[in-house]
């Protein structure tokens, strides 16, 4: 089960940090990514972690802005979220991904947290 939360209404240029608390698997055995799904659009990848946190990869837009990280000691992936835009709003979702790579495929993707609302004001 995964649990995300942070999210909220904040203005142009400010930062959030959203989190997700995993529970019931083995969370250091997963990959972890965000997606997030704007009204009338696709859902998208945001940000990927690695299962040891080697590797991270970002959707091009949020490189320089967003950070992924992650603490498996605590079973939770955290996004942090600067120089927010208004093109950033969107209900954001985390999830665990099989390969344990933080793959930029949703379909690569096992498990899904219900999302969190991302508001930017302009």
């Known amino acids: 089960q995964l649990q995300a939360s942070g999210g909220g209404l904040v203005q142009a240029g400010g930062s959030l940090r959203l989190s997700c608390a995993a529970s019931?698997?083995?969370?250091?055995?997963?990959?972890m990514g965000w997606f997030r799904q704007a009204p009338g659009k696709e859902h998208e990848f945001v940000a990927g972690?690695?299962?040891?946190?080697?590797?991270?990869k970002y959707e091009d837009s949020v490189k320089g802005r967003f950070a992924i990280f992650r603490e498996n000691a605590k079973n939770t992936v955290f996004l942090q979220m600067n120089s927010l835009k208004p093109e950033d709003t969107a209900v954001y979702f985390c999830a665990a991904e099989r390969y344990g790579l933080g793959s930029r495929s949703g379909r690569d993707y096992e498990y899904w947290g219900q999302g969190t609302q991302v508001t930017v004001s302009s």
């Open positions: 972690i690695s299962l040891s946190s080697i590797t991270t």
């Open positions: 019931g698997r083995t969370f250091s055995d997963y990959g």
